[in-house]
């Protein structure tokens, strides 16, 4: 596998779904071996796990007291597309903006512009299983050449159980979106967090119904979205990864857990 950056700077505008605020991103190209980073106020912020300041509903990254949160959809975007070299300059606001709540549009835009380049890519193979785990929730990663990703929920509503798994068909969650369930509302604003949050880009989800006109885009769209957001966790690791997940009630601080985990014990091949 190459390593791969995009043809040309691409924006991208909206709302940060936590804090409300208007952002706007520029997404530039980069030469061989740069990573994948986030600037923000003259302070660059390589997608590692090492910036990590925060998992509590988002993840967040930050360096010398800048941050840039809720990363997550943009860097699954990349790690699906291989785009290994990019920048992302985040001008106003400090949030990625949220869009529909998918990675739809990333996607969208970014496909017809991933470029590869001469130097291969590092891949990331799992050498020994993993498991991490907080409570009754666990993520278990075992070695395997392909990419496959398991979610299990367990939803106190009408949803009840969910299980998917995704081998690595890109149409079957790019559109998954981000998901609220009604109960959560009020503890979700109580924590500052949801701000930008809507029917355009939150799956509001009730006792017994679906809030938003159009209903679910996937019959079982959380547990697609939960697979996404660790996709895009994943990338934390700073390339791409190969091996076999299976995350039972997982969510972003787990995510973190497994990433630092592994990169202790994942083996560059
Ligand atoms: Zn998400």
Request: glycine share 10%; charged share 30%.
């Amino acid at each position: 596998m190459k390593q791969r950056t995009i043809k040309e700077r691409l924006e991208f505008e909206g709302v940060g779904i936590h804090s409300g605020e208007r952002a706007k991103i520029i997404l530039h190209p980069e030469g061989e071996d740069s990573g994948v980073a986030f600037f923000k106020e003259g302070v660059k912020i390589p997608a590692k796990v090492d910036y990590v300041v925060n998992t509590f509903h988002s993840t967040d990254l930050g360096k010398d007291g800048v941050v840039v949160k809720t990363v997550e959809h943009l860097l699954a975007t990349l790690h699906l597309l291989g785009i290994s070299n990019l920048t992302v300059e985040v001008i106003g606001g400090d949030e990625i903006p949220i869009m529909d709540g998918s990675g739809y549009y990333f996607y969208r835009k970014l496909k017809d512009k991933v470029v590869k380049q001469n130097a291969d890519a590092e891949v990331l193979q799992i050498q020994e299983e993993v498991v991490v785990r907080r409570g009754d929730a666990y993520i278990e990663a075992k070695p395997c050449s392909c990419f496959e990703i398991t979610y299990e929920g367990e939803f106190q509503t009408y949803f009840g159980r969910q299980k998917y798994t995704f081998k690595g068909n890109v149409r079957d969650i790019i559109l998954a979106r981000t998901f609220c369930f009604e109960h959560e509302i009020e503890f979700i604003r109580k924590n500052g967090l949801g701000k930008g949050g809507s029917l355009e880009n939150t799956l509001v989800i009730g006792k017994e119904k679906i809030y938003n006109r159009g209903g679910l885009r996937y019959q079982d769209e959380p547990v697609r979205h939960k697979v996404f957001d660790l996709i895009g966790d994943l990338y934390l690791l700073g390339a791409s990864v190969r091996g076999k997940f299976l995350s039972h009630k997982g969510g972003h601080s787990l995510n973190f857990q497994l990433v630092k985990a592994l990169y202790k014990k994942a083996v560059l091949v």
